[in-house]
């Protein structure tokens, strides 16, 4: 299983070099180093991404074996999150908790320092 995960992965970083070669033509203009990136060199990356996701889709949807090995890697990628979900409802939960207490403490305190009146 660790074998096809590792050639889907190896297909998705070939595919991607291939089409950023295939696509930087001199007439692409060149992002230079700044402090900021402006909208449109952030369109194109988006584009050049999403054409990029397209190839490599269309190669594992024509691949049997990267198929299988695309549904695996999703299988393990799940099971991964459902992990990572399981553990952050704990902390989550623990930290509720000690925040419902502390809310409850801080409510007492208000209420026992303001002056009594009838």
Do not use: C, W, Y
């Not at 970083?13 to 203009?29: D, E, L």
Request: cysteine-free.
């Amino acid at each position: 299983m660790k074998r096809s995960a590792f050639i889907l992965s190896a297909l998705i970083f070939a595919g991607a070099g291939s089409v950023a070669h295939a696509q930087s033509t001199p007439k692409t203009p060149t992002v230079e180093h700044r402090d900021s990136v402006s909208v449109a060199d952030v369109q194109r990356a988006a584009d050049e991404l999403a054409r990029t996701v397209q190839q490599v889709v269309k190669q594992v949807t024509e691949d049997p074996k990267l198929k299988v090995a695309a549904l695996n890697l999703a299988k393990e990628s799940v099971n991964a999150a459902q992990v990572i979900v399981a553990q952050q409802a704990v902390t989550l939960q623990s930290v509720l908790e000690t925040l419902a207490k502390q809310v409850a403490a801080a409510t007492e305190t208000i209420q026992q320092s303001k002056p009594k009146t009838h």
